[in-house]
């Protein structure tokens, strides 16, 4: 099947109310427009320098979500036509986003990174420490935190994803309860090819997928 195809067949088997995310990277202009003519209306990406490129060429018709971990000198490019980043995991990179948007008179909507799996090495905020650091952000004027993005472990089998969507989940209602001001619990994102049923199932209404769209990356 080709990449019309691959968006049509997901798009049609969505739950009402699932936002498809199309996870870019390393894909060529034109198979992103082959993906955006079927239907796709969000791309992703966790490459500063690649998705913008990628923007120069392909503009507004989609909008654009940072899925990565940019660089302090990225962020400058970065939040002149990103309409969500998704990956806020300090205090120091939602400053700096603050100040970039400040100097542009905008507010940059953010999903904050939960690393459900405790991971060492993978970047995101532990679950427990999640709460402390978006009543941090709320203080900062030009960032508005909307929900939350985890990756969880990688695994051949996408039911060993379920308890780290949940505890994700947990981290987010738990939020959502605190009514803190200029925080607006509305989008987790969970869940890529191997395991979006899964994510949906616990409670994801973003869902990011490359390889079911694209085809296996090089
Ligand atoms: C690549 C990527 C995805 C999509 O992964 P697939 O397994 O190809 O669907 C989702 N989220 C992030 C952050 C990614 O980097």
């Known amino acids: 099947m080709g990449i019309r195809e691959n968006v049509r067949a997901i798009l049609k088997k969505l739950p009402e109310g699932i936002i498809l995310e199309a996870a ?28 913008e490129n990628r923007y120069k060429e392909i503009g507004n018709k989609v909008k654009w979500h940072f899925i990565g971990h940019p660089q302090k000198n990225k962020v400058r490019k ?38 459900s799996g405790k991971e060492i090495q993978k970047a995101g ?42 505890e994700t989940k947990k981290v987010f209602e738990k939020i959502k309860t605190l009514k803190l001001p200029n925080i607006e619990m509305k989008y987790l994102s969970m869940g890529m090819t191997n395991s979006y049923k899964i994510a949906i199932e616990e409670g994801a209404n973003i869902v990011r997928i490359g390889t079911l769209i694209f085809g296996e990356r090089k």
Do not use: W
């Not at 870019?24 to 998705?51: F, P, R, S, W």
């Open 78 to 115: 970065l939040v002149k036509f990103v309409s969500l980043i998704e990956t806020i995991d300090s205090i120091k990179l939602a400053e700096e986003i603050n100040k970039r948007c400040s100097a542009l008179d905008k507010v940059m909507p953010v999903l904050v990174e939960v690393n």
């Open 125 to 166: 905020v532990f679950p427990e420490n999640t709460e402390k650091l978006i009543i941090e952000i709320s203080k900062l004027p030009h960032i508005k935190v909307l929900g939350l993005m985890t990756m969880g472990p990688r695994f051949g089998n996408p039911e060993d994803s379920r308890p780290y969507f949940i």
């Open 24 to 51: 870019i990277k390393t894909k060529t202009t034109k198979e992103i427009l082959e993906a955006i003519d079927a239907g796709i209306k969000i791309v992703g990406d966790n490459y500063a320098q690649e998705m």
